[in-house]
């Protein structure tokens, strides 16, 4: 960030003016690129304030906060916000752990754990939509490898992503064997990165090991496993390709999480104005949490270029 | 750290080695399916002794598969087609585009550069149905639904702010006096950028670009709200696989693993840049 070079003299081959318009001009394709995305944010901020249905254009009008204020006395919203939190909980929480637990498995940088945390980026690179599919198969009732697998231990009519107490389980194995490897990656990264001199202290004073990682590694680990959360988390309240390519919400609204919720208002119900109104609600969680996030970001950004 | 003992080395070696069998079992598995033919595929219990065959791979690209309820035409070399056509154009023009804006980024401060920076990084995070069902009734009006331009131009939405901050990074890393000396020397702006900000920056724009190319390649809900079957991309197409009915289980699982096995490869051949990609340049590998 201190490579700014405005304060270097220039030689004076260009003209006053180009100086001064360079930075613009060289910017001036992503700008229009940002102004093509504000303008269909600001329709839908529009549009959320509508009563807007596509089959019935004669209704349309302006109705200021109605949308959102059915919502409050609208059950299935709720069902949505509550399907919504639970899921990005759920996943978060198990891909934390789990990455965690990897990360520190493979944390000694020997040829075969470098070889392992390769493999493990495979589902990563996975679409998260393709990935579904594969579950799909292998979750079938009839010739399902893993209805098998569950089948030998006894439950014979295991009915995974079809049965709505176990739907939620179902998407959620696959969205942690999507995404743990992200997290992983990066608290691998963050575990490699961390100062030898405190641990070598440590174990030169014999301090017991859980003592060290809670006292030692946890915190130090903190800044990265916060950046990795908080990103997942943006990610996986907005889910919608898991969960579409599984059930498409169902079964019932078991699954029907924000994105899904609105898809369907928008294409099923043409009820424009209702699913603008439930996604600037969503937009709204996630602009919370990612200012959040990326003033943590930036932080242990500048610190990685920092002592690079 | 060194005085490790073998039983705990045994016991990190079984976790690691069921950590290894969740993540891959499900490829491994799709792979096997792929070269079988119902018969083998249903039978109870499952076994990995069949004899292989190659139909299921040779039905998807001559497009006609053979169901039980009849012959099936179904394009889906056309989605393999789309898919990589999509994907490549992309991040080229995203390249194009946000390399000079991360170096103007990264060079001059400028209030409307943060502006412009955050506004795509805060959009990154953004619900992107958000701003995609205005725009599927702004691209019913301008013509531009089921349109590879207009498909290339709403990617720019998964590229270009990957793009811009890896890459802008990898610029502010890069001492401003290399350049002035260069300078100098009597070489104009446009020189100094193409021979000494843009191959310094390269890693970066690696890193960046195989990146882009793998959110694009692995996007589904663009397409799948603005474009119709002959312009879909494979994640999109292989959907409507699954719910045709009557169609082979192995024919499903080739297609899934046509579709994956891009971005698999790239990822296995440049894994190198996939770390620092990943974490949009927070964490330095």
Same mark, same amino acid.
């Given at each position: 960030?201190?490579?700014?070079?405005?304060?270097?003299?220039?030689?004076?081959?260009?003209?006053?003016?180009?100086?001064?318009?360079?930075?613009?001009?060289?910017?001036?394709?992503?700008?229009?690129?940002?102004?093509?995305?504000?303008?269909?944010?600001?329709?839908?901020?529009?549009?959320?304030?509508?009563?807007?249905?596509?089959?019935?254009?004669?209704?349309?009008?302006?109705?200021?906060?109605?949308?959102?204020?059915?919502?409050?006395?609208?059950?299935?919203?709720?069902?949505?916000?509550?399907?919504?939190?639970?899921?990005?909980?759920?996943?978060?929480?198990?891909?934390?752990?789990?990455?965690?637990?990897?990360?520190?498995?493979?944390?000694?940088?020997?040829?075969?754990?470098?070889?392992?945390?390769?493999?493990?980026?495979?589902?990563?690179?996975?679409?998260?939509?393709?990935?579904?599919?594969?579950?799909?198969?292998?979750?079938?009732?009839?010739?399902?490898?893993?209805?098998?697998?569950?089948?030998?231990?006894?439950?014979?009519?295991?009915?995974?992503?079809?049965?709505?107490?176990?739907?939620?389980?179902?998407?959620?194995?696959?969205?942690?064997?999507?995404?743990?490897?992200?997290?992983?990656?990066?608290?691998?990264?963050?575990?490699?990165?961390?100062?030898?001199?405190?641990?070598?202290?440590?174990?030169?004073?014999?301090?017991?090991?859980?003592?060290?990682?809670?006292?030692?590694?946890?915190?130090?680990?903190?800044?990265?496993?916060?950046?990795?959360?908080?990103?997942?988390?943006?990610?996986?309240?907005?889910?919608?390709?898991?969960?579409?390519?599984?059930?498409?919400?169902?079964?019932?609204?078991?699954?029907?999480?924000?994105?899904?919720?609105?898809?369907?208002?928008?294409?099923?119900?043409?009820?424009?104005?209702?699913?603008?109104?439930?996604?600037?609600?969503?937009?709204?969680?996630?602009?919370?949490?990612?200012?959040?996030?990326?003033?943590?970001?930036?932080?242990?950004?500048?610190?990685?270029?920092?002592?690079? | 750290?060194?005085?490790?003992?073998?039983?705990?080395?045994?016991?990190?070696?079984? &976790? =690691?080695?069921?950590?290894?069998?969740?993540? +891959?079992?499900? /490829?491994? #598995? *799709? $792979?096997?399916?792929? %070269?079988?033919?119902?018969?083998?595929?249903?039978?109870?219990?499952?076994?990995?002794?069949?004899?292989?065959?190659?139909?299921?791979?040779?039905?998807?690209?001559?497009?006609?598969?053979?169901?039980?309820?009849?012959?099936?035409?179904?394009?889906?070399?056309?989605?393999?087609?789309?898919?990589?056509?999509?994907?490549?154009?992309?991040?080229?023009?995203?390249?194009?585009?946000?390399?000079?804006?991360?170096?103007?980024?990264?060079?001059?401060?400028?209030?409307?550069?943060?502006?412009?920076?955050?506004?795509?990084?805060?959009?990154?995070?953004?619900?992107?149905?958000?701003?995609?069902?205005?725009?599927?009734?702004?691209?019913?009006?301008?013509?531009?639904?089921?349109?590879?331009?207009? &498909? =290339?131009?709403?990617?720019?939405?998964?590229? +270009?702010?990957? /793009?811009? #901050? *890896? $890459?802008?990074?990898? %610029?502010?890393?890069?001492?401003?006096?290399?350049?002035?000396?260069?300078?100098?020397?009597?070489?104009?702006?446009?020189?100094?950028?193409?021979?000494?900000?843009?191959?310094?920056?390269?890693?970066?724009?690696?890193?960046?670009?195989?990146?882009?190319?793998?959110?694009?390649?692995?996007?589904?809900?663009?397409?799948?709200?603005?474009?119709?079957?002959?312009?879909?991309?494979?994640?999109?197409?292989?959907?409507?696989?699954?719910?045709?009915?009557?169609?082979?289980?192995?024919?499903?699982?080739?297609?899934?693993?046509?579709?994956?096995?891009?971005?698999?490869?790239?990822?296995?051949?440049?894994?190198?840049?996939?770390?620092?990609?990943?974490?949009?340049?927070?964490?330095?590998?």
């Amino acid at each position: 960030m201190t490579a700014a070079a405005d304060h270097i003299p220039r030689p004076k081959t260009s003209s006053r003016f180009m100086r001064r318009a360079l930075p613009y001009l060289l910017s001036l394709p992503a700008l229009l690129v940002c102004i093509g995305i504000l303008i269909p944010f600001f329709t839908a901020v529009y549009y959320s304030l509508l009563r807007f249905r596509l089959n019935l254009p004669a209704l349309k009008g302006f109705i200021w906060f109605d949308n959102y204020i059915n919502f409050l006395s609208d059950a299935a919203f709720w069902n949505t916000v509550k399907v919504s939190l639970v899921y990005a909980g759920l996943t978060v929480g198990v891909e934390l752990l789990l990455g965690l637990g990897i990360a520190l498995l493979l944390q000694k940088p020997t040829r075969f754990n470098n070889i392992a945390s390769i493999l493990l980026l495979l589902p990563l690179m996975t679409a998260p939509a393709l990935a579904a599919l594969m579950w799909k198969l292998m979750t079938n009732p009839n010739f399902g490898i893993l209805s098998y697998f569950v089948s030998l231990l006894g439950f014979t009519d295991f009915k995974w992503a079809s049965d709505p107490s176990t739907a939620l389980l179902t998407v959620t194995l696959v969205d942690v064997w999507v995404y743990t490897p992200f997290i992983m990656i990066l608290l691998l990264a963050g575990l490699r990165s961390l100062p030898k001199a405190p641990f070598e202290a440590a174990a030169l004073d014999g301090v017991p090991r859980s003592f060290v990682f809670f006292r030692i590694t946890l915190p130090m680990l903190l800044p990265y496993i916060i950046t990795a959360s908080l990103f997942r988390l943006l990610d996986s309240i907005q889910q919608f390709d898991i969960v579409y390519s599984m059930t498409q919400g169902g079964p019932g609204d078991t699954l029907m999480v924000f994105q899904v919720q609105s898809y369907l208002e928008f294409f099923q119900y043409t009820n424009v104005g209702r699913s603008a109104a439930l996604l600037i609600i969503l937009w709204a969680i996630t602009y919370l949490l990612s200012n959040i996030f990326i003033k943590q970001w930036l932080k242990l950004r500048e610190r990685a270029h920092g002592g690079a | 750290m060194d005085h490790t003992s073998t039983f705990e080395r045994i016991v990190r070696g079984i &976790l =690691i080695g069921l950590v290894l069998v969740f993540f +891959l079992f499900p /490829i491994f #598995w *799709i $792979v096997l399916m792929s %070269f079988q033919t119902n018969e083998t595929i249903l039978r109870i219990p499952p076994s990995i002794v069949f004899e292989p065959t190659l139909s299921n791979y040779s039905a998807l690209i001559t497009g006609r598969l053979e169901t039980t309820a009849g012959n099936l035409d179904i394009a889906f070399m056309k989605n393999l087609g789309n898919s990589v056509f999509l994907s490549v154009a992309s991040v080229l023009v995203s390249l194009a585009l946000g390399i000079p804006a991360a170096y103007a980024f990264a060079r001059f401060r400028f209030r409307l550069g943060e502006d412009i920076a955050f506004t795509l990084l805060s959009f990154r995070f953004a619900p992107p149905l958000l701003v995609l069902l205005p725009l599927s009734l702004y691209f019913k009006q301008l013509g531009l639904t089921n349109t590879y331009i207009g &498909l =290339i131009w709403v990617y720019q939405l998964i590229c +270009l702010p990957l /793009i811009l #901050w *890896i $890459v802008r990074g990898y %610029f502010e890393d890069i001492s401003p006096d290399i350049e002035h000396a260069y300078r100098i020397a009597g070489n104009s702006w446009w020189q100094t950028f193409r021979k000494i900000a843009v191959p310094l920056a390269m890693p970066g724009i690696a890193a960046a670009g195989l990146l882009a190319f793998i959110f694009a390649w692995n996007n589904f809900i663009f397409a799948l709200i603005l474009a119709s079957a002959d312009k879909q991309p494979v994640t999109v197409g292989a959907l409507a696989f699954v719910t045709a009915s009557g169609i082979q289980y192995g024919q499903i699982a080739a297609a899934i693993v046509l579709s994956i096995a891009p971005t698999l490869a790239l990822a296995l051949y440049a894994q190198r840049y996939l770390v620092e990609g990943l974490s949009l340049g927070a964490v330095k590998g």
